[in-house]
């Protein structure tokens, strides 16, 4: 997280090197993002993205440590904040034509959810 301070009933979650550009990650983030813990798995679900899938785990993971910590209910619990950062880029070639190598460029995303009651 960008060096900001949760407070008492803010908790945090965060999955780092995930395989999957942050812009990808990002557009589904805002749709979850103030929304209760139980709707916000509701889209998840039922999204068309492969970035849903990271992520239903960060999100859980999040309301677990809430749970964990406080005894928090999960009913009562809501997505605060939800962001994904740029992770390193994986560079690989693959063989082109006439002996050329080409650049691919693999993205990696920290993605970063804190839920609060």
Do not use: W
């Amino acid at each position: 997280m960008s060096k900001t301070l949760l407070q008492d009933n803010e908790f945090l979650a965060v999955s780092k090197y995930v395989r999957m550009g942050p812009n990808k990650v990002r557009r589904v983030l805002r749709q979850i993002t103030g929304k209760s813990y139980a709707e916000a798995l509701l889209l998840l679900e039922f999204l068309p993205y492969a970035s849903c899938e990271p992520i239903i785990k960060v999100l859980r993971s999040a309301v677990a440590n809430a749970k964990d910590r406080s005894g928090a209910d999960e009913s009562k619990l809501i997505v605060k904040q939800a962001f994904a950062n740029q992770g390193p880029v994986m560079k690989r070639f693959r063989p082109r034509a006439q002996g050329r190598a080409y650049r691919i460029l693999k993205p990696t995303s920290h993605i970063t959810i804190v839920v609060a009651k």
